[in-house]
């Protein structure tokens, strides 16, 4: 059941997982894979070391599979069938749930090679990851099985990409759930390092994001700020991932700047 609340942060993705034996041992392996780690740590000296972006690395992970998870049972919950199990590539509502969170957990691992084109890499690194991850955790899932699921995540890597259209409502919370990820303590490191652009100081005057069933929409995203900069954010990262994560009508998107509310998103 979907929370009437709920504040995008490392620890959510735990609340959906328990309630799944296939997503418990996938986030293990995840979590303790030397490969999947060694990727996503070097994902953050690529991308914060020497580009001096926000956080790419194992807490980002975390963020963007919960808040994936979060918004794929709140747009299912409306009425919004799985791609994977309209298309026949996943048998039930868990294995449509695994793409969601292998493919938010991984999503970045390209960085480890360059940011340029790191979500076309990334999902091609992702291939013998995911191998790996199916002989461990479903040793007896037919390879048919495990080659569709594998290729639904690809597809969601690499439409994380910000003007590629996900073709998945799988694919599609993963992208919106990249941009949601955008909270003060997130991007103090690019800042404290002296990256002083509108990035950073628009990064650092969010405070909190909330995902919650939506009044006009299947789902709502309540971004809190404490200056109006924190818009540049929103503008230049989360509603272009909206626009096309090819459910953009499911969505709205409202600011609260010291408590005064703003609908951002539709327009």
Do not use: W
């Amino acid at each position: 059941m979907v929370c009437d609340v709920v504040v995008v942060g490392p620890t959510l993705v735990i609340k959906h997982i328990e309630a799944s034996e296939l997503l418990k041992r996938a986030y293990e392996f995840l979590e303790k894979d030397e490969e999947v780690q060694t990727l996503i740590k070097m994902s953050n000296i690529m991308a914060v070391s020497r580009l001096r972006f926000n956080d790419h690395g194992v807490v980002h992970s975390r963020i963007v599979s919960g808040s994936a998870l979060e918004l794929f049972n709140i747009l299912v919950e409306a009425g919004l069938k799985p791609s994977t199990i309209t298309y026949g590539t996943a048998r039930n509502i868990d294995e449509a749930k695994l793409v969601v969170l292998v493919a938010a957990y991984l999503h970045d691992i390209g960085n480890s090679v360059h940011r340029a084109n790191h979500e076309y890499v990334g999902a091609l690194l992702a291939k013998d990851i995911i191998d790996r991850m199916f002989r461990e955790i479903s040793p007896n899932l037919s390879s048919t099985c495990k080659y569709m699921l594998r290729h639904e995540i690809m597809h969601a890597i690499y439409a994380t990409e910000i003007n590629t259209r996900a073709l998945t409502l799988e694919a599609g919370v993963v992208k919106v759930a990249d941009g949601t990820d955008m909270a003060e303590g997130r991007a103090r490191i690019p800042y404290k390092m002296g990256k002083l652009d509108m990035h950073s100081v628009s990064a650092i005057s969010i405070k909190k994001v909330e995902i919650v069933r939506g009044a006009e929409s299947s789902a709502r995203i309540e971004i809190y700020m404490n200056d109006s900069a924190g818009l540049f954010q929103i503008e230049a990262v989360l509603k272009p991932k909206i626009l096309t994560s090819g459910f953009e009508k499911h969505f709205e998107v409202y600011t609260n700047v010291d408590g005064k509310e703003l609908r951002v998103y539709p327009d």
